[in-house]
Nanobody
């Protein structure tokens, strides 16, 4: 059974950085490399939105508000996804989820305070 566990969230001040990690278990490394991956977030009172996604053989896509600040990366040896978030703003406050294929994690909270 595939399980995704996010970590790395927390409370930071505007302008600071965080790196989120998503550890994937229950699948072989080969299967991991064949999956579309992504990070999503849901801010209070808002719908879930895509933050960054990466498919096999395609470029990573980012929502406009994070372009140039966030970077999605993947370690295909450790079956792990990362989201490096720099220059955070209060608008980035949300519950962040990782996805792998059709599987989802439980989320990790990111709070950015002034």
């Amino acid at each position: 059974q595939v399980q995704l566990v996010e970590s790395g969230g927390g409370t930071v001040h505007v302008g600071e950085s965080l790196r989120l990690t998503c550890t994937c278990t229950g699948m072989s490394g080969f299967v991991f490399t064949q999956q579309r991956v992504g990070w999503y977030r849901r801010a209070p009172g808002k719908e879930r939105e895509m933050v960054a996604t990466n498919g096999i053989g395609s470029e990573t896509r980012y929502v406009g508000s994070v372009k140039g600040r966030f970077t999605l990366s993947r370690d295909d040896v450790r079956n792990t996804l990362y989201l490096q978030m720099n220059n955070l703003t209060s608008e980035d406050t949300a519950l962040y989820f990782c996805s792998l294929g059709t599987s989802w994690g439980q989320g990790t909270q990111v709070t950015v305070s002034a």
